[in-house]
Each structure stands twice: as C-alpha cells, then as structure tokens.
T-cell receptor, first 113, second 111 residues
Framework: EPEVTQTPSHQVTQMGQEVILRCVPI?????FYWYRQILGQKVEFLVS????????KSEIFDDQFSVERPDGSNFTLKIRSTKLEDSAMYFC???????????FGPGTRLTVT | DAKTTQPPSMDCAEGRAANLPCNHS???????VYWYRQIHSQGPQYIIH???NNETNEMASLIITEDRKSSTLILPHATLRDTAVYYC????????????FGKGTKLSVIP
C-alpha cells in the first residue's frame, strides 16, 4: 500500500537556525497538508497546498513558515528561524482530491535547543 | 464549526467489540463525520466517515443516529494493536479541508 514518507525522522537544531522538513506524497495525490503536534497536545493544522499555492493556513503558520514543492515530488516545510516553541512532531498529509480522507506520514520530531 | 464531545478514555477487552461514542449535536445537515485514530507517536490514520447512513469498511463500522447528533465507532473485534486515541471530526462544511482534532478518546485494549 502506498505511503507518505517524511524525512528526517528526528531533527535537532539550535534556536534561530533554519530547518527544512521533507515529505514525499503518495504518487497521484495532489493536495498536501502540514500539521504539528506539540508533546502532549492536540494535532494542529498548519497549512494546505494545492497547485503550487497555499489554499489555507492557520494562525500558527506565520512569516517564519513557508512551504513549497521544489521538484514536483517532495513537499517541504521550512521554518526560517526556529524558536524553542517550534519543538513538536510535524506531520505531512496528502489526498488525491479535496476532502477529509487524508493520509498522514509518520512525522518528523523537531527538537529546538 | 460543529463541536464534539468524546469520553477521554475507555477500556476494552481483547476480542470484544469496542464502541466509541461521539456527541456532535451542533453538526449541520451536510457535514460529514470523520473518524481518525493515532497510535502512540505515529501519524493519524483515517478510519471511516459518514453523513446519515451507517457505514462499514474493513476497519470499522460507523453508526450515526437519525437526528445526526451523535455517532458511534465500532471496532468489532478489538486487538491490542487497536490501542490508540480515536478522534471524531466533523467537516467544516465551508470548503475548508483542515482537520480539527480534539482530545479524542484514549482506547486501551486489555489482554
């Protein structure tokens, strides 16, 4: 069964550094999402992306965050200048068409020190 | 957006049916209800969804009351691998496809 993959599985970075989290969607999926989950808290929506444009974003997704699909396969989330409070699991999700049946990747654990 | 209420935790004996309730009394007529689960530290996993009719797939059954104010997810023969947090998520019905996760129900399947 096709799966969403994410790399790295764990990223440790110092405060103020830039990080890029990568996601490889299921091959025929066209809609992409990022969510995050701070330890012990709810899964929170960050952004949705379709046709090389952001469709929706939450209040969390401020100017420090950006997304792109640089090569037609990977889907990336960049945090320009990480803060301690960015420490969380970041999940990528993809769907073939618009909808709520989203397929999630295993997540990247980001630790900001 | 519809609000949901789920019990924070439930236990179920292995091999028995697990019945997970969700109250979504503010749901509107064209909003589906989606169920996801999250096994510890993994990404959420889609289970099933429904509008007004009962639904069944290879993972679970979904029973929606006639007034659509509540639903029950049924895992017919729970296994230890079904231990997870289960989330009931109504759609926003406004062309937004962001999933809004609540706290869910922590289901513990006991040997």
């Amino acid at each position: 069964e096709p799966e969403v993959t994410q790399t790295p599985s764990h990223q440790v970075t110092q405060m103020g550094q830039e990080v890029i989290l990568r996601c490889v969607p299921i091959s025929n999926h066209l809609y992409f999402y990022w969510y995050r989950q701070i330890l012990g808290q709810k899964v929170e929506f960050l952004v949705s992306f379709y046709n090389n444009e952001i469709s929706e974003k939450s209040e969390i997704f401020d100017d420090q965050f950006s997304v792109e699909r640089p090569d037609g396969s990977n889907f990336t989330l960049k945090i320009r200048s990480t803060k301690l409070e960015d420490s969380a699991m970041y999940f990528c999700a993809t769907t073939k068409r618009t909808g709520y049946e989203q397929y999630f990747g295993p997540g990247t654990r980001l630790t900001v020190t | 957006d519809a609000k949901t209420t789920q019990p924070p935790s439930m236990d179920c004996a292995e091999g028995r049916a697990a019945n997970l309730p969700c109250n979504h009394s503010t749901i509107s007529g064209n909003e589906y209800v989606y169920w996801y689960r999250q096994i510890h530290s993994q990404g959420p996993q889609y289970i099933i969804h429904g509008l007004k009719n009962n639904e069944t797939n290879e993972m679970a059954s979904l029973i929606i009351t006639e007034d659509r104010k509540s639903s029950t997810l049924i895992l017919p023969h729970a296994t230890l691998r079904d231990t997870a947090v289960y989330y009931c998520i109504p759609d926003s019905g406004a062309g937004s496809y962001q999933l809004t996760f609540g706290k869910g129900t922590k289901l513990s399947v006991i040997p």
